[in-house]
C-alpha cells in the first residue's frame, strides 16, 4: 500500500490548510497539481530551453525539441507502448475526449 504521508509531501501545495483541514484538491481534470519535481523541471526549462517544439532550428528549439521528444520516450516505456509515436500529449481531458470520439468514435461507431 502506498505511504500518502509521503506522496502528499511530493506536493508543495498539499501542505497548507483550507478551513483547519488538510487540503484535499479533487478537480484534476480541470488542473492537476504538480510535485516538486515537475515544478523543478519547469522552472529549469523556463530558465534554459524555453522555445517552441519542432518549429525552429535554433539552439533553443533544438533543445526543447530534445526535451519533449525524450519525455515521449519515457512515457511510452513507462506505459509499455509500442513505440513513442503511439503517444500524443494533448492539453486536457476534453481535448482528449474529443481526439477519441472524433479519430476511433467516428471509425467504429454508427447510427442506432
Known amino acids: 500500500?502506498?505511504?500518502i504521508a509521503s506522496i502528499r509531501a511530493d506536493f508543495p501545495i498539499l501542505q497548507q490548510e483550507v478551513h483547519?483541514?488538510?487540503?484535499?484538491?479533487?478537480?484534476?481534470?480541470?488542473?492537476?497539481?504538480?510535485?516538486?519535481?515537475?515544478i523543478e523541471a519547469l522552472e529549469r526549462?523556463?530558465?534554459q530551453d524555453n522555445a517552441n517544439v519542432h518549429r525552429g532550428i535554433h539552439t533553443l528549439a533544438e533543445r526543447a525539441t530534445a526535451?519533449?521528444?525524450?519525455?515521449?520516450?519515457?512515457?511510452?516505456?513507462?506505459?509499455?507502448a509500442a513505440s513513442p509515436k503511439e503517444i500524443v500529449f494533448v492539453r486536457n481531458t476534453t481535448e482528449a475526449i474529443n481526439l477519441v470520439a472524433n479519430?476511433?468514435?467516428?471509425?467504429n461507431l454508427g447510427p442506432g
Open 20 to 38: 483547519g483541514k488538510p487540503l484535499v484538491y479533487l478537480d484534476s481534470t480541470a488542473t492537476s497539481q504538480k510535485p516538486r519535481q515537475v
Open 103 to 107: 479519430a476511433w468514435g467516428r471509425a
Open 67 to 80: 526535451a519533449y521528444e525524450q519525455a515521449r520516450l519515457k512515457v511510452a516505456r513507462f506505459i509499455g
Open 1 to 3: 500500500m502506498p505511504d
Open 45 to 47: 526549462y523556463y530558465r
